[in-house]
C-alpha cells in the first residue's frame, strides 16, 4: 500500500504519497514536500499572482479569466491501433467531460490549448477529423478557443479551418506568453507552455509505485509546464528520466532541475522540493 503522511501546519493538513527514497527525513524538512491550499473549496491552487492551477492539468489566467491546457492527443487510440495495439477509445469523452466540468466551474473568457490537440504527425487520421469536429462543436457556444500549433498538430489546420479557428505559433494572455515548448527561446516574463508531459512517480516501501502528471513550476525563472490532458500518454516521470531535461529548447543548461512538481491528491496540491534535489533523494536512498 502506498504510505500516506498527514502534516500538519497553521492552514491545516495536507497528505501526500511518500516515495521509498524519502525515508529518514525529519518532520521540518518533510514540511516543505508538501503545502496545502488555504481552503478546500477553494478554486484552484495559485503559483504565481496570476496564475492558479486545478487538478486535472488545467491553469487560469486571472486577469483574462483565460483557462490553458496542453497536450490532448485527441486520437491517439486509432494511431496505436495502427500499431497492432487496440484499447478503448474513451479519452476524447473523459477530456470533454473535464473540460466540460472545469468550465462551468469557472467560467473562462476563452480556452486556449498550448499545442498537441490531435496525435498523429503525418496526416489527419479518420478518429482524429471526428474527435477534433467533437470537440469544437462541445465548445461552441460555450466559450471561445484558440489553438496553439504543437509538434503532431502539422495538419490541424485543416480540420480547424472548417470553424475559422487560426493555429498559431504561440500567443499571450494576460500577459503571459503561451506555446507548445517543441521549439523558440526562453523570454522575459510569465511563460506556460505544455510538450514534456510531466509526472512523477511514487511509490512504497515494498515496491508498488504510482505515476502521478504534475505539473512543474520555476518561480525565478517564471515558467510553467502543464501537465498532458492525455490518459493515453500521463508523461515523463521527471525525477527518474534525467533525459527529460532536454526535451525542449526553452529549457535551460541546469534543465528540470530548478523545477519544482506540483501534483493533486484529490483537491490538494502536493508541492515537491526542486527537481534537482528528488533526483539526489532518489539516488542516495
Known amino acids: 500500500m502506498n504510505e500516506f503522511l498527514s502534516i500538519w501546519d497553521r492552514h491545516g493538513a495536507a497528505s501526500y504519497l511518500r516515495p521509498p527514497w524519502v525515508r529518514g527525513m525529519c518532520a521540518q524538512r518533510l514540511l516543505i514536500v508538501a503545502r496545502p491550499s488555504h481552503s478546500e473549496t477553494v478554486r484552484g491552487y495559485r503559483v504565481a499572482d496570476n496564475v492558479e492551477i486545478f487538478p486535472g492539468g ?3 489566467l486571472l486577469d483574462d479569466n483565460a483557462l490553458v491546457v496542453a497536450d490532448m492527443h485527441l ?33 473562462p473568457s476563452k480556452l486556449v490549448v498550448a499545442g498537441d490537440l490531435k496525435h498523429n504527425f503525418s496526416r489527419n487520421l479518420t478518429q482524429e477529423w471526428r474527435d477534433v ?6 465548445l ?5 478557443l484558440e489553438v496553439v500549433k504543437g509538434n503532431h498538430d502539422n495538419y490541424l489546420g485543416a480540420i480547424l479551418g472548417e470553424y475559422k479557428i487560426p493555429l498559431t505559433a504561440e500567443t499571450t494572455c494576460s500577459g503571459v506568453r503561451i506555446l507548445h515548448g517543441h521549439r523558440g527561446t526562453l523570454s522575459r516574463g510569465m511563460t506556460i507552455m505544455g510538450h514534456l508531459h510531466p509526472s512523477i512517480r511514487l511509490g512504497d516501501s515494498v515496491g508498488a509505485s ?10 525565478k525563472m517564471n515558467v510553467l509546464v502543464l501537465p498532458a490532458l492525455s ?18 529548447p526553452l529549457l535551460p543548461d541546469t534543465g528540470l532541475s530548478t523545477f519544482e512538481p506540483i501534483a493533486f491528491s484529490g483537491p490538494k496540491p502536493l508541492r515537491f522540493p526542486v527537481v534537482a534535489e528528488l533526483r539526489m533523494l532518489r539516488h542516495s536512498g
Not at 461552441?140 to 471561445?144: A, E, F, L, T, W
Request: with cysteine; aromatic share 8%.
Open 75 to 107: 486520437g491517439y487510440e486509432a494511431a496505436l491501433e495502427s500499431e497492432g495495439l487496440s484499447i478503448p477509445r474513451v479519452q476524447s469523452k473523459k477530456i470533454e467531460q473535464y473540460l466540460t466540468d472545469v468550465i462551468d466551474e469557472v467560467r
Open 133 to 138: 469536429n467533437r470537440f469544437v462543436r462541445m
Open 140 to 144: 461552441s457556444g460555450r466559450v471561445k
Open 231 to 248: 490518459l493515453v500518454s500521463p508523461g515523463t516521470d521527471v525525477i527518474g528520466q534525467a533525459w527529460s531535461d532536454g526535451i525542449s
Open 58 to 60: 488545467a491553469a487560469l
Open 210 to 219: 504510482v505515476k502521478n502528471p504534475c505539473f512543474l513550476f520555476d518561480p
